[in-house]
């Protein structure tokens, strides 16, 4: 639990102003999927971008395809910087526009070395990646954070650094009470403890077999036992591809750059002649999937704007 501590850190606020982080109490339900391609299709479209990876597992860099290449040092300068308070050194995610901070389990080992340097200082701890990330934001018109399931110190770093929280949630009651419980706990806490400027921007259904009204309608009853009436839900769906989602991590390409490679896929002739393989097919859906992805980050940003001008 975070505690009262003396010491703390002097925190900028407007610097942050434009830092987003995924996270859900639960695995498997769309964060770092959602959170890697909505940085490359802003990254794509002109923003400046960093995206960082607060994940134990590192797997930002299966999507965006460093796994285990020269760009991967299993998250040990993100770690590093965070618990010496020192500016975070972000890579180029070799792309246009999109740096990214690579996570790894080094990342994993953070919780513990915080706590040992700061012993009894839970809310200093909690407030180590903003003292970092402050230090750069302001080279980035976007950060995203991509946060960890069911690790509440990970999660409040990542809450604490953040202007804005989304949650994306697959459709079955479970994972919505779960999973949105248990990182509703973590923003109520962080919120009132660290980081009052702390929003909830928005709920996304993630794999959605069917963007159906039925279901949305289910979806946000869930949604509204755990928040309460009116909870932010966001009118994009991201739909439900096997195809899309192995592909894209075989291939280490976020999902619009699939879309692009499918404009290549080899012709009906070439696979009857053996000239090409049927590996070499990429999903046709990917377009779809792009769709939904893009449609998500268009609402993001235009949320964010209008909660920034209300404000
Ligand atoms: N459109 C899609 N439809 C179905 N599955 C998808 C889709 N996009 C991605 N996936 C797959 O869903 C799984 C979970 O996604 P992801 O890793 O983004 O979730 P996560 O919440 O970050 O998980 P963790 O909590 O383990 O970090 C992954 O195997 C991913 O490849
Ligand atoms: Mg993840």
Known sequence: MLTDDADMPVIDRESLSRVVTFGNGKGGVGKTTVAS???GLAAADDTTVLLIDLNGQGNVGRELGYREGPLDDDGQALADAVAEGTALRPVSSGRPNLDVCVGGAAVGHLPSILSNRYQFQAERQALMLAVSLQQVAGNYDLVVIDSPPENPPLQQL????AR??????????ASIEDGLGGIAKQFALVRKKVNPALELLGVVLF????????I???VRRDVEKV??????MFSAVIRHSEAVS??????GLL???LEQAAASNPAFWQLRTGEASREQVVSTTSASVAEDLAGLTREMFSRIAALETSA
Do not use: F, M, Y
């Not at 990542?158 to 650094?161: R, V, Y």
């Not at 928040?227 to 932010?232: D, I, R, S, V």
């Open 216 to 218: 949305r309608k289910d």
């Open 207 to 214: 794999a959605s077999g069917s963007s159906s009204t039925a």
């Open 255 to 257: 999902v619009h750059e």
């Open 37 to 39: 391609n909505t940085a």
């Open 227 to 232: 928040l309460g009436e009116g909870a932010p």
């Open 164 to 173: 804005w929280l989304v949650v994306p949630v697959k459709s079955d009651k």
């Open 158 to 161: 990542a809450l604490a650094a």
């Open 246 to 251: 192995r592909q894209a991590r075989e291939r």
